[in-house]
Each structure stands twice: as structure tokens, then as C-alpha cells.
């Protein structure tokens, strides 16, 4: 049985009291202890978030890190930082990053073996543009996405990474997948690393949805089989929505 996973990425938001505001906020309810709960925050937060989430339960994560230990990278964070703040997660290969930063599939990877090695669970993203889609091209681009990000990559570390569909065109559009396309695209995911690896190894993996979730739509992506959770974007940033979709 796979524990379901939603994780909120606040992407660029939130000053460091702002942080501890919203997670002040989160911390008031009780949340469904059915699904574990991740906070992705800005880098400047992390520390101070790791501290304020201390016996709440939920999880931290990184939006990004670096594949190297540390050396002259200038303005990048390395897994040895985040793993003396005591991050348990990093999102790996985000659509915005692969856009405006010019991030490879081949970089994803470094990045995921360079995460696992450190013992930080990654959540690695995939999804194909509306060009792609309507092109009839989603399916082989997630395919290869997918492949690549885990080239290199033992089957015994699969239980420890997160991938999440994210069609790049519902990204803060409003405009979501509907349940069944999402269902049927994770479906292709797990698919893909069951015939990578073996039907007990696909099993294993966690894989979310992400593209204008929100309360309204959470509930009815959830029932479908093959979602085990979401990846949150500006719904994250509002306490009443994100409790509404954990809860869901």
C-alpha cells in the first residue's frame, strides 16, 4: 500500500517570516495522518522552517540543489547543506527549471544519484508542453523523461524517489489534466519502470500529479488508482487550501 504524498512548492514565495506565518497557520489543524505531508520553501527559509515543523510530523524539502558536494558554483546549493538542515526531500527537474534555467535530463540525473547518495528523497518532475500533447507527442517525452532520470539508478533505491506528471501546460494556468488523462499518464510512468525493473518495483514508486491543483479538484484526482499524490503549487500558499487538499 502506497502512502499517499502532497507536497506544496512555494516556488519563489515567502519571505522568512512569512514562512513561519504559513506554517504557523498549517500547524493549527490536524492534519489526515493518512498522507505524509511535504513543505518545499525557499531556500532562505529552509533553517527556520525546519525548526518551526520540529514534532509537526511534516516533511521538508529543497526546490533544487546542485549534484556536486560543493566546489565553484557560484550561487548554487549543494546536498551537503541541505542535508546538515535536515531536508528529507529536493524537487528535482521542475518544468520551471528545465525551461528558464536550461535544465537537462542528463543534469536531472546527476542530481537524483547525487540526492540519493545523501539520503534526500528526491521528487522528480516530468511533463510534456501543450505542443507536445496536441502534437501527439506527451506520451514519448514523458517516457523519456522518466528513463533518463533514472538511468544508472538500482531498482533498491526506487521505494526512495517521488515522480511527479506535471503537464507543463497546466502549470499556473488554471487549466488542469483531466482525472483520467493524469490516471492514465501515471499508469504509462509506472509502467515504464516496471518494464525498466520488474511488477514488484513499480509497485513500490509514489507518483503525483501536479497543474492547478486545487480543494475543488484534489478529491476527484485522489480516487484514481494509479495517483498517489499531489504536487502543489500556489494552493500551497493559501493555509485554508492546502488543509482543504491534504485533507481531501
Known amino acids: 500500500m502506497r502512502k499517499p504524498i502532497i507536497a ?20 493549527a489543524p490536524k492534519f489526515d ?17 525546519k525548526k518551526a515543523l520540529e514534532g509537526t510530523g511534516i516533511k521538508l ?14 550561487g548554487e546549493i549543494s546536498p551537503l547543506m541541505l542535508k546538515e538542515i535536515g531536508v528529507d526531500y529536493c524537487i528535482i527537474g521542475h518544468s520551471e527549471r528545465r525551461q528558464y534555467f536550461n535544465e537537462s535530463d542528463e543534469r536531472v ?8 547518495k545523501h539520503k534526500i528523497r528526491p521528487i522528480v518532475c516530468v511533463g510534456e508542453t501543450l505542443e507536445e500533447r496536441e502534437g501527439g507527442q ?32 497546466a502549470i499556473g494556468t488554471g487549466k488542469t489534466a483531466s482525472s483520467d488523462d493524469a490516471n ?3 499508469r504509462l510512468i509506472r509502467e515504464v519502470i516496471g518494464n525498466k525493473y520488474d511488477d514488484t518495483t513499480k ?16 478529491k476527484e484526482l485522489m480516487e484514481k488508482e494509479e495517483i498517489d499524490g499531489a504536487l502543489v503549487g500556489g494552493a500551497s500558499l493559501v493555509a485554508e487550501d492546502f488543509i482543504k487538499i491534504v485533507n481531501y
Open 203 to 218: 509497485e513500490k514508486i509514489r507518483i503525483q500529479y501536479g497543474g492547478s491543483v486545487k480543494p475543488s479538484n484534489i
Open 138 to 169: 506527451a506520451e514519448k517525452i514523458v517516457k523519456e523523461q522518466v528513463l533518463k532520470a533514472l538511468e544508472g539508478i538500482d531498482k533498491g533505491d526506487i521505494e526512495e524517489i517521488v515522480i511527479a506528471y506535471e503537464p507543463i501546460w
Open 8 to 27: 506544496g512548492n512555494w516556488k519563489m514565495n515567502k519571505t522568512i517570516s512569512e514562512t513561519l506565518e504559513l506554517i504557523e497557520a498549517l500547524k
Open 33 to 49: 495522518e493518512g498522507v505524509e505531508v511535504v513543505l518545499a520553501v525557499p531556500f532562505t527559509s529552509l533553517s527556520e522552517a
Open 109 to 116: 540525473n546527476k542530481k537524483v544519484k547525487s540526492a540519493l
Open 61 to 74: 524539502a529543497a526546490q533544487n540543489m546542485h549534484w556536486e558536494e560543493q566546489g565553484a558554483f557560484t
Open 184 to 186: 492514465n499518464m501515471c
